[in-house]
C-alpha cells in the first residue's frame, strides 16, 4: 500500500503562482497513474489533473487547462502541479491519488485506491 502525503499549499493572491507537491512511499510509484482533485466547501470533490505512470500523458479539466501543470519524478516518488493565474475560484483543499496504471478514466475520483490527507490552497481576490 502507498502512502501519499501532499505540500505547498498556501495563501496566495489572484494572478499569483503556487506549486505543490505530493511524495508516495514505497518503490511501487513508477506503476502508478496519478491525479489531482480538489474539493471547496459546499461543493463536491472534482477532477484537476492526471498524468499517467510513465509521463507520457497528461489531462486536465477544461477550467485549468493552459494554467495549470501536472509532472512527476519517479526518481523521486513525487508528483507536482504547477498552478499559475490562480482565481479566487481555485480555492479548494487539494488532494493527490493514486492507483495502479489502468484504462479506468483518468478523471474519476472513485478509480483512485490511494488518497493523500489534502492541502488547502487559498487565492484571495
Known amino acids: 500500500q502507498v502512502q501519499l502525503v501532499e505540500s505547498g499549499g498556501g495563501l496566495v493572491q489572484a494572478g499569483g503562482s503556487l506549486r505543490i507537491s505530493c511524495s508516495a512511499s514505497?518503490?511501487?510509484?513508477?506503476?502508478?497513474?496519478m491525479g489531482w482533485f480538489r474539493q471547496a466547501p459546499g461543493k463536491e470533490r472534482e477532477f484537476v489533473a492526471a498524468i499517467t505512470q510513465n509521463g507520457d500523458n497528461t489531462y486536465y479539466r477544461d477550467s485549468v487547462k493552459g494554467r495549470f501543470t501536472i509532472s512527476r519524478d519517479n526518481a523521486k516518488n513525487t508528483v507536482y502541479l504547477q498552478m499559475n493565474s490562480l482565481k479566487p475560484e481555485d480555492t479548494a483543499v487539494y488532494y493527490c491519488?493514486?492507483?495502479?496504471?489502468?484504462?479506468?478514466?483518468?478523471?474519476?475520483?472513485?478509480?483512485?485506491?490511494?488518497w493523500g490527507q489534502g492541502t488547502q490552497v487559498t487565492v484571495s481576490s
Open positions: 491519488a493514486g492507483r495502479w496504471s489502468s484504462d479506468a478514466l483518468l478523471a474519476v475520483a472513485g478509480s483512485y485506491p490511494y
Open positions: 514505497g518503490r511501487t510509484f513508477i506503476f502508478y497513474d
